[in-house]
């Protein structure tokens, strides 16, 4: 904001001060008293408030309507007696006062205009700095909506992997075979999720692109896998960003995907692929999954598949809007996810 503007908005000067200001107005008055005496010989004969208005003016836009008011009262007086005829006398004839009533119309608009410019300037900045204080305090509000909710995601995520701990100590109890896997699949799941949530946001807060978020959770599923001799290639297209209502089902059915290339199209292999990339085009966004194992069985159908990884990554994927599909390749097998981007409108999928 310029000083003009500043200067403005900070009149009337001496707000507080009525006193100071009908003191400056009288004193104003009387100064501009002397200069019409100097300037009567070089001023025609009939404008005897020639020089008082701008007097009376200047000190209404300064000091507001009480100094303009004094201004307005002694001004007028001073020309009244002084400088309309017969001089020294304040005459009361019809002439006179057709001038006077003439000068206390031009005065009493000029101070009101001033006045309500005033008071609407008055009352615009007190809502400009009422908007910027409730401006301030939705800012903090959200800051602490954010800062509590990431600080409630590394506890779920906490909270987790306790779930995952109680149910390892668990499966150490076990003998029947099926009862044991089904105990380390859940565990497995738990820890997936639980990562997940602590992997969502930055340490500034931010949510965490969608290819850095899927390079950090296929890299946690290689690792947890123990098959040291697959490798994992990641080629994903930059700048997408998923909320956490869809990033964490779209990593759960990646997470599926991974360990289903490892756990049936390269078991047994001392070595292999798994490729993972995201990309967006066509009005959609799509994530692959493919290996270059054995690929699908025979006749092998996705749709009628009774696994649980199959099930959870159907779900999941009706609850994205997505379609979910695999496909036998040579090698390998591939699974497609295709997120439409329509799904995301309104800022959930930035690209």
């Given at each position: 904001?310029?000083?003009?503007?500043?200067?403005?908005?900070?009149?009337?000067?001496?707000?507080?001060?009525?006193?100071?200001?009908?003191?400056?107005?009288?004193?104003?008055?009387?100064?501009?008293?002397?200069?019409?005496?100097?300037?009567?010989?070089?001023l025609?004969?009939?404008?005897?408030?020639?020089?008082?208005?701008?007097?009376v003016?200047?000190?209404?836009?300064?000091?507001?309507?009480?100094?303009?008011?004094?201004?307005?009262?002694?001004?007028?007086?001073?020309?009244?007696?002084?400088?309309?005829?017969?001089?020294?006398?304040?005459?009361?004839?019809?002439?006179?006062?057709?001038?006077?009533?003439?000068?206390?119309?031009v005065?009493?608009?000029?101070?009101?205009?001033?006045?309500?410019?005033?008071?609407?300037?008055?009352?615009?900045?007190?809502?400009?700095?009422?908007?910027?204080?409730?401006?301030?305090?939705?800012d903090?509000?959200?800051?602490?909506?954010?800062?509590?909710?990431?600080?409630?995601?590394h506890?779920?995520?906490?909270?987790?992997?306790?779930?995952?701990?109680?149910?390892?100590?668990?499966?150490?109890?076990?003998?029947?075979?099926?009862?044991?896997?089904?105990?380390?699949?859940?565990?497995?799941?738990?820890?997936?999720?639980?990562?997940?949530?602590?992997?969502?946001?930055?340490?500034?807060?931010?949510?965490?692109?969608?290819?850095?978020?899927?390079?950090?959770?296929?890299?946690?599923?290689?690792?947890?896998?123990?098959?040291?001799?697959?490798?994992?290639?990641?080629?994903?297209?930059?700048?997408?960003?998923?909320?956490?209502?869809?990033?964490?089902?779209?990593?759960?059915?990646?997470?599926?995907?991974?360990?289903?290339?490892?756990?049936?199209g390269?078991?047994?292999?001392?070595?292999?692929?798994?490729?993972?990339?995201?990309?967006?085009?066509?009005?959609?966004?799509?994530?692959?999954?493919?290996?270059?194992?054995?690929?699908l069985?025979?006749?092998?159908?996705?749709?009628?598949?009774?696994?649980?990884?199959?099930?959870?990554?159907?779900?999941?994927?009706?609850?994205?809007?997505?379609?979910?599909?695999?496909?036998?390749?040579?090698?390998?097998?591939?699974?497609?996810?295709?997120?439409?981007?329509?799904?995301?409108?309104?800022?959930?999928?930035?690209?």
């Open positions: 904001m310029s000083r003009t503007a500043s200067l403005i908005e900070r009149l009337p000067l001496l707000r507080s001060y009525p006193l100071a200001r009908c003191a400056i107005a009288l004193t104003l008055a009387l100064a501009t008293l002397q200069l019409r005496w100097a300037l009567n010989e070089w025609p004969v009939g404008y005897p408030f020639v020089v008082f208005f701008p007097t003016i200047v000190t209404a836009f300064l000091f507001g309507r009480a100094g303009g008011v004094t201004s307005g009262l002694v001004c007028g007086l001073c020309a009244w007696y002084f400088f309309i005829p017969p001089v020294g006398a304040f005459s009361f004839d019809r002439a006179n006062l057709v001038a006077m009533a003439f000068y206390t119309g005065i009493t608009v000029d101070i009101a205009l001033i006045h309500s410019m005033q008071v609407t300037n008055r009352r615009l900045r007190e809502a400009r700095e009422e908007g910027r204080l409730h401006a301030e305090q939705s903090r509000l959200a800051e602490r909506s954010e800062l509590l909710f990431q600080e409630l995601q506890r779920v995520g906490n909270n987790l992997q306790m779930v995952a701990a109680v149910l390892s100590l668990q499966l150490r109890g076990l003998d029947e075979p099926r009862a044991r896997r089904a105990i380390s699949d859940a565990v497995a799941r738990v820890q997936v999720i639980g990562s997940i949530q602590r992997r969502l946001y930055r340490s500034n807060g931010e949510l965490v692109p969608l290819d850095d978020f899927i390079r950090e959770v296929g890299e946690q599923i290689m690792r947890s896998s123990g098959a040291p001799g697959v490798a994992l290639r990641i080629e994903a297209a930059t700048g997408l960003v998923l909320p956490p209502d869809a990033a964490v089902p779209m990593a759960l059915i990646l997470a599926e995907a991974i360990a289903n290339a490892l756990e049936h390269l078991a047994g292999r001392e070595a292999g692929v798994v490729t993972v990339s995201l990309e967006q085009g066509d009005g959609a966004v799509r994530l692959e999954v493919r290996d270059d194992g054995v690929g069985p025979p006749g092998f159908d996705a749709s009628q598949g009774d696994s649980l990884g199959l099930r959870i990554s159907r779900v999941l994927s009706r609850q994205l809007g997505a379609e979910y599909t695999l496909t036998d390749m040579t090698p390998g097998c591939r699974m497609c996810l295709s997120l439409p981007a329509a799904r995301f409108a309104g800022g959930a999928l930035k690209g």
